[in-house]
């Protein structure tokens, strides 16, 4: 059984992985106004990742008898309208819900809670992919100079992207 502080901190990580969700949609929009529709399709499946990770925790609250505990999501806060500084946001972002997945993994340790730490390290091991995305695009971003070109293709490559995740959330714990 999961305790009331893992329960409670589990509830705490739904509603940041939401916000990301939220923040990325609205990343979207922005940037899909601008006429970079690749990067306004790479922020969509973003979002739609961001809605299944907090659907998993909130599967994994049900299957543990754990009450699930929905609070209000924050606007997003984020100003930036060009490629590079929004992708520079994203990779701050994601450094900052790695920081709060490590939260709960010490957690998970410090109560001996197993079956979270095996949950968690699912989350860690995607975070080191969400942090490598965003680096790599950083990279491709500096690598094209700045140049209209560059980043024509880059917005061509990144639309180019599949969801790499259940779109019917109905299907968690199938072997997601």
């Known amino acids: 059984m999961i305790s009331k502080k893992m329960s409670d901190r589990i509830n705490e990580q739904i509603n940041r992985e939401i916000y990301s969700a939220y923040l ?5 929009a922005r940037m899909s106004e601008a ?25 994994y609250l049900q299957d543990q ?12 806060d984020f100003k930036e309208t ?18 709060s997945i490590h939260e709960i993994m010490a957690l998970a ?7 979270t730490q095996v949950l968690d390290q699912w989350y860690v ?11 790599e695009i950083l990279q491709a971003i ?22 790499g995740v259940p779109s019917d959330f109905t299907k968690i714990g199938e072997g997601d």
Do not use: C
């Not at 979002?47 to 909130?58: Q, R």
């Not at 929004?86 to 972002?93: A, D, P, S, T």
């Open 82 to 99: 060009a490629v590079k500084e929004l992708f520079q946001r994203v990779l701050e972002h994601e450094k900052g819900v790695t920081k």
């Open 109 to 115: 340790i410090e109560e001996r809670d197993y079956a």
């Open 35 to 59: 006429g970079f529709k690749g990067v306004g399709h790479w922020l969509m499946l973003q979002y739609h990742e961001e809605m299944f990770h907090a659907m998993k925790f909130l599967t």
């Open 142 to 163: 500096d690598l094209a100079g700045g140049s209209t070109q560059g980043l024509y293709l880059l917005n061509l490559e990144l639309g180019k992207r599949k969801l």
């Open 24 to 28: 990325y949609l609205a990343m979207s």
């Open 65 to 76: 008898g754990a009450t699930v505990q929905l609070k209000a999501i924050a606007s997003p």
């Open 125 to 135: 091991d995607e975070q080191v992919e969400e942090e490598k995305n965003a680096t």
